[in-house]
């Protein structure tokens, strides 16, 4: 058994297709806002698993991994913000 | 990689796709925050058998902070007015995306390269962060305050008038 950028690839393309029919699908706007964090994931597996596998000879190999932290950190502020807005709209 | 790691990356990629689905078809929002939770324990053993260590205690801690937001006991959420049908072709272009991402990685030729990082990687990805692309992590550190400024600004509330009239 072994993983190669094809099958990351895989996995990274389920994740970000299961994102976009979270946000497509749920009627409420908290839990649609939840797609994001989930296409965020499968954007970062991509990101870290070109930094692994195909990491260019030329450039930083870790760069994948970079932007998998930082679509982490981008994913946590979204859902903070979209969720305070939520809780402000609904309060009105 | 060995076949340890293998079934590691499978494993923790299952568990994902188990949040992500629990995401999509749970109904309670404690549910969606635990199954949130899942998906980020998921990533992070992914990122962790793709030898991104560093990126995966990231990932922990911050997929947690958004489970903890969406489980959290004052809830609340706003109904979007949007008709079913728009529903049902978001949730079919959602299929076709990813039949078309399936396609590409499955057709993609793709460039391997040994990889000479190590398993943590902490002080390469630090002198990449801080050195090489400050002015990105500067951007997504602006853009991770402007965030929380709004998020704090939308989570006050009008203070209860009873608290204010009947004072001299």
């Known amino acids: 058994m072994s993983v190669s950028l094809v099958s990351v690839m895989f996995v990274a393309a389920g994740l970000i297709a299961l994102g976009a029919f979270i946000a497509a699908w749920k009627r409420q706007l908290t839990a649609a806002l939840t797609g994001l964090p989930v296409m965020f994931a499968g954007a970062g597996i991509a990101f870290a698993g070109v930094a692994r596998f195909s990491a260019a000879v030329s450039g930083p190999p870790l760069i994948g991994q970079e932007m998998a932290v930082l679509l982490a950190i981008v994913a946590l502020a979204a859902v903070a913000l979209g969720v305070g807005l939520a809780g402000r709209e609904s309060s009105r | ?168």
């Open chain 2, 1 to 168: 990689m060995d076949s340890l790691h293998a079934i590691g990356f499978y494993v923790s990629a299952a568990l994902a796709a188990i949040g992500g689905l629990g995401l999509a078809f749970v109904r309670h929002h404690e549910r969606r925050g635990l199954a949130l939770g899942l998906l980020g324990l998921g990533l992070a053993g992914a990122y962790a058998s793709l030898s991104a260590g560093f990126a995966a205690l990231i990932a922990l801690l911050c997929y947690a902070g958004c489970a903890l937001l969406i489980a959290r006991p004052d809830y609340r959420t706003v109904e979007q007015a949007v008709s079913t049908v728009w529903r049902q072709l978001g949730a079919v272009a959602a299929a076709v995306l990813f039949a078309a991402l399936a396609y590409a990685a499955y057709r993609g030729d793709f460039v391997h390269a040994t990889f000479y990082g190590g398993v943590f990687g902490s002080n390469s990805l630090a002198r990449l962060m801080f050195a090489h692309d400050a002015l990105a992590t500067e951007a997504v550190a602006g853009f991770v305050l402007v965030a929380l400024i709004g998020a704090a600004f939308a989570w006050r509330r009008e203070r209860p008038r009873d608290h204010t009239e009947g004072r001299p």
